[in-house]
């Protein structure tokens, strides 16, 4: 085997595990007890505050807010067991995310920006940058006011 072929065959196998890895590759990340930042690719122990980071991009995500179920309360006071009741299940009531200073001024300042006349770069989930359309800064605008109600006090 000659020098030339024996580097690319060891350059192939150097690279061999992020050309393996896939696409929707991702990470948990969250402060310990003692405040150390943990990073992982199992999720943290329940009731633990975390972000999903996206390999590719490094864009990092909150969680989608855990669903629960609020019962309906019955004339005397009780609450029903689900095989008591025969009516349909009650709506589904999202348990969102306490006050965050740090997200509100976030927020706060992507609403300022997309409110200018400025054009506005994004990148899409694939890590491409694109410009922003007046229906794509609307799309965000709802987002920003959105984020601002549930962060802000």
Same mark, same amino acid.
């Given at each position: &085997?000659?020098?030339?072929?024996?580097?690319?065959?060891? +350059?192939?196998?150097?690279? &061999?595990?992020?050309?393996?890895?896939?696409?929707?590759?991702?990470?948990?990340?969250?402060?310990?007890?003692?405040? !150390?930042?943990?990073?992982?690719?199992? $999720?943290?122990?329940? #009731?633990?505050?975390?972000?999903?980071?996206?390999?590719?991009?490094?864009?990092?995500?909150? $969680?989608?807010?855990?669903? @629960?179920?609020? $019962?309906?309360?019955?004339?005397?006071?009780?609450? $029903?067991?689900? +095989?008591?009741?025969? +009516? =349909?299940?009650?709506?589904?009531?999202?348990?969102? =995310? @306490?006050?965050?200073? @740090?997200? /509100?001024?976030?927020?706060?300042? !992507?609403?300022?920006?997309? !409110?200018?006349?400025?054009?506005?770069? &994004?990148?899409?989930?694939? #890590?491409?940058?694109?410009?922003?359309? @007046?229906? %794509?800064?609307?799309?965000?605008?709802?987002?920003?006011?959105?984020?601002? %109600?549930?962060? /802000?006090?």
């Amino acid at each position: &085997m000659t020098y030339r072929a024996s580097a690319f065959l060891l +350059a192939g196998l150097w690279l &061999m595990p992020w050309l393996a890895s896939p696409a929707t590759a991702q990470y948990y990340q969250w402060n310990d007890s003692a405040g !150390n930042r943990v990073l992982s690719d199992r $999720p943290p122990p329940a #009731g633990t505050d975390f972000t999903i980071v996206n390999v590719q991009t490094g864009r990092a995500t909150s $969680p989608e807010p855990e669903l @629960e179920s609020e $019962p309906e309360a019955q004339p005397d006071g009780e609450t $029903p067991s689900p +095989a008591e009741s025969s +009516a =349909p299940a009650a709506p589904l009531i999202a348990k969102g =995310p @306490e006050k965050d200073p @740090e997200r /509100c001024a976030a927020a706060e300042a !992507n609403l300022r920006d997309l !409110n200018t006349y400025a054009r506005i770069r &994004m990148s899409d989930t694939d #890590g491409n940058i694109r410009f922003l359309s @007046e229906e %794509d800064k609307e799309v965000e605008r709802d987002k920003a006011r959105r984020a601002i %109600d549930v962060y /802000c006090e």
